[in-house]
């Protein structure tokens, strides 16, 4: 069997690795020039969803959730995730994506205010006229799972390569699974990817007292202002006023005291707390905002530009990348992935990028 390598040990590269390793491939290589998750992996939110506004994003994470259910409460909390309404606006985009969902098998619930209050404790429900709620999604450590994925891996043969860059091993098949650096990558092989670096900045609060374990990820459908629990304290994101496209992943520090703001508003037992860390990550965002996963050249395979959401994918896309490596063909339709779509000019139709 020919000697594949997978390029990049974060998430995406992780999970081709391990799925590649359990359906039997003899010569795997994982190779990552930094450390495992030291990319946008070990800075991701962690939100698991499958609340998508298209066909395609809510297949590679409906397809994921047996396996994060799989790992278990230490490494997925499932909590649900939990978006409010506070227009009609909103409310009415919500349903619209509620009937989508549902009809991909997605058991996504409408919630009155009353019932937003009672499923998420300590959140401000005042000016909320809806909301919907999958129980299945939650939230979950990225780096910590992928350890547990290379930990995986390596019983099973796979080699891993920390601190050597990609283009330093022999492979006669390459996956390029470098997250914002895979058009960096791919130009090595003439190829040309539509995948460009966006950045995101997070904070986590100081601790803040009596946060119900059960707290789901919260969404604001209107601002996508959005967070979760994470040990004692708030996990805290939005985007960026203007977008940030750039290689660099600096935090806004004037942005933060409204962050703060809106989260007291929101979650009244906030008020008062501080930012204790914040961080930044990039986005691989493509044109339309979902993946390129296919052969983009001769023994070059490409599954990166997951435009912010490829943590809670990278289940179903590792095993499917793994079928059609080793197969040909994979049970999961990829064909709405390939790099190919864009010779037509596919634009961004996918509405929930957070
Ligand atoms: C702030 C933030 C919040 C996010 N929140 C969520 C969320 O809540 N849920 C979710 O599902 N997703 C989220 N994401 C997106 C998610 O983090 C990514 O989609 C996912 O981690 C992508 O994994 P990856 O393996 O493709 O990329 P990465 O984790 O970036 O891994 C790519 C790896 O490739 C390595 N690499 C680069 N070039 C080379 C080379 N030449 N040779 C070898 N290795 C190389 C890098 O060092 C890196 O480790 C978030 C991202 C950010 C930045």
Redesign the pocket.
Same mark, same amino acid.
């Given at each position: 069997m020919a000697r594949i390598v997978v390029?990049?040990?974060?998430?995406?590269?992780?999970?081709i690795a391990y799925h590649l390793a359990l359906a039997g491939a003899g010569d795997v290589v994982l190779?990552?020039?930094?450390?495992?998750?030291?990319?946008?992996? +070990? /800075?991701?939110? +962690?939100?698991? /969803?499958q609340q998508f506004s298209t066909a395609a994003e809510v297949r590679l994470?409906r397809e994921s959730i047996d396996f994060f259910e799989a790992l278990g409460p230490d490494l997925f909390q499932q909590v649900g995730y939990l978006f409010l309404a506070t227009t009609e606006a909103g409310l009415r985009s919500l349903e619209e994506r509620q009937a989508l969902q549902a009809g991909l098998g997605v058991p996504v619930e409408r919630l009155d205010q009353r019932e937003v209050e009672a499923l998420a404790s300590g959140v401000f429900a005042g000016d909320v006229l809806g909301g919907v709620v999958c129980r299945q999604d939650g939230?979950a450590d990225?780096p910590a799972v992928?350890r547990e994925l290379v930990r995986r891996l390596v019983e099973l043969g796979v080699d891993v390569l920390e601190g050597? &860059?990609?283009?330093?091993v022999a492979a006669e098949v390459r996956v390029l699974?470098?997250?914002?650096?895979?058009a960096?990558?791919a130009t /090595?092989y003439d190829v040309e990817l539509p995948v460009r670096p966006l950045? /995101?900045?997070?904070f986590e609060t100081t601790p803040i007292r009596g946060l119900s374990e059960r707290l789901p990820?919260v969404l604001e459908t209107e601002s996508g202002f959005h967070f979760r629990r994470y040990g004692g304290s708030l996990r805290v994101?939005m985007h960026d006023p203007e977008p940030r496209w750039s290689f660099e &992943?600096s935090v806004d520090e004037a942005i933060l005291p409204e962050r703060l703001e809106r989260l007291a508003r929101r979650f009244p037992a906030a008020a008062g707390a501080q930012v204790s860390r914040a961080?930044?990550?990039?986005?691989?965002m493509t044109p339309d905002a979902h993946p390129i996963i296919g052969f983009v050249g001769d023994g070059v395979y490409a599954?990166?530009g997951?435009?912010?959401?490829?943590?809670?994918?990278?289940p179903a896309v590792g095993r499917a990348v793994a079928e059609e490596l080793l197969h040909g063909h994979s049970v999961l339709d990829l064909s709405p992935y390939r790099l190919e779509r864009f010779n037509a000019g596919a634009v961004f139709p996918e509405e929930v990028v957070?």
């Open positions: 390029a990049g040990g974060g998430a995406i590269g992780a999970s190779a990552e020039r930094g450390t495992i998750a030291s990319g946008s992996t +070990g /800075r991701a939110m +962690g939100g698991i /969803r994470a939230v990225p992928t050597t &860059p990609e283009e330093d699974a470098c997250g914002a650096y895979s960096e990558a /090595r950045v /995101r900045q997070l990820m994101a &992943p961080w930044a990550g990039l986005y691989d599954a990166c997951f435009s912010g959401h490829g943590f809670m994918q990278s957070l």
